[in-house]
């Protein structure tokens, strides 16, 4: 049983087009987050929703929009990809924001 | 605002020894202090915490580290690895207090151990 699972593992596609990755935790927590890791392997909050309310938006471009139809599921989505948009990305989740955070296996994202 | 650094970014060690990756840390107000491993491949996992208490912390697979205020550090130690050990160590803070209370990660150390 995956405590907090995302989809797809992989995602490879072209520069210009609209792509979306998917998380789910089973876990009943409350907080979930994106984080980016970047190919030096450096990890940096991007979102952070709480029942369903965005709580914490670090400077991100707004091509990245995360959207959350239920406390269970966080998905983030993203426009017009840039080659810089490569990088590993992490669904975590939390009973609160300031308790242990659950990570993903991560999406290995690659623009070409 | 608060930051981590950890100080090596790769640590080579042979099967058995002893090891110590450092991490210090920079906040204005108290902070939690965290130390997370990633296996190849995988997502993160919680290695051990210090919320409050005792400054030596124990956590999972023989791992422990010590909180030092004056410092602002939280070494990660292990007194014998394994093999197994091999993996990206991440020490983290998050704010006690305040609106702000997402983790900030430090760079990571690369820990390979040799046969």
């Known amino acids: 049983d995956t405590a907090v699972s995302q989809t797809p593992k992989y995602l490879v596609t072209q520069m210009g087009n609209d792509k979306s990755i998917k998380c789910e935790q089973n876990?009943?927590?409350?907080?979930m987050y994106w984080y980016k890791q970047d190919s030096k392997k450096f990890l940096k909050i991007m979102f952070s929703y709480n029942n369903k309310e965005l709580i914490i938006n670090e400077t991100v471009p707004n091509r990245f929009s995360p959207k959350s139809p239920d406390k269970a599921h966080l998905n983030l989505h993203i426009n017009s990809l840039e080659l810089g948009d490569s990088a590993v990305y992490f669904c975590?989740?939390?009973?609160?924001?300031?308790?242990?955070?659950?990570f993903g296996p991560g999406t290995r994202l690659t623009v070409l | 605002a608060q930051s981590v650094t950890q100080l090596d970014s790769q640590v080579p060690v042979f099967e058995e020894a002893p090891v110590e990756l450092r991490c210090n840390y920079s906040s204005s107000v108290s902070v939690y202090l965290f130390w997370y491993v990633q296996y190849p491949n995988q997502g993160l996992q919680l290695l051990l915490k210090y919320l409050s208490g005792s400054t030596l912390v124990k956590g999972i697979n023989g791992f422990e580290a010590e909180f030092n205020k004056s410092q602002t550090s939280f070494h990660l130690r292990k007194p014998s690895v394994h093999i197994s050990d091999t993996a990206e160590y991440f020490c983290?803070?998050?704010?006690?207090?305040?609106?702000?209370?997402?983790?900030?990660f430090g760079s990571g150390t690369q820990l390979t151990v040799l046969p």
């Open positions: 975590a989740s939390s009973q609160d924001i300031i308790d242990e955070q659950f």
């Open positions: 983290a803070v998050r704010l006690r207090s305040g609106s702000a209370r997402q983790l900030t």
């Open positions: 876990l009943g927590h409350d907080t």
